[in-house]
């Protein structure tokens, strides 16, 4: 069994960073997507970032040039670094790993709220 497990979420103030961490039960990290989606209340699941396994990154449009997304294969972690904060967003934050052989996995999720 594949398990994400988020850390990193928590309250704060618009114009602040956080860093999200999400660490994966088994060793198929190296090869494996990872990434991030986001859901706000009210709206779909939402594509924050996500990178390969030879680390090419990709973006939604709302986060370009404010969040980093990066990863640690030695850790099994992947991170999102979120700079610059805005209150939309606002949003619970899922893990995602396109894991081969397992399919995709998601973690419990984790909150972030950003006051203005």
């Known amino acids: 069994q594949v398990q994400l497990v988020e850390s990193g979420g928590g309250l704060v103030q618009a114009g602040g960073s956080l860093r999200l961490s999400c660490a994966m039960s088994k060793n198929f990290f190296a090869v494996s997507t990872m990434g991030w989606y986001r859901q706000a209340p009210g709206n779909e699941r939402a594509l924050v970032a996500r990178i390969s396994s030879r680390r090419v990154s990709e973006y939604g449009d709302s986060v370009k040039g404010r969040f980093t997304i990066s990863r640690d294969n030695v850790k099994n972690t992947v991170y999102l670094q979120m700079n610059s904060m805005r209150p939309e967003d606002t949003g619970v934050y899922y893990c995602?790993?396109?894991?081969?052989?397992?399919?995709?996995?998601w973690g419990q999720g984790t909150q972030v709220t950003v006051s203005s």
């Open positions: 995602y790993g396109d894991v081969p052989g397992w399919g995709q996995k």
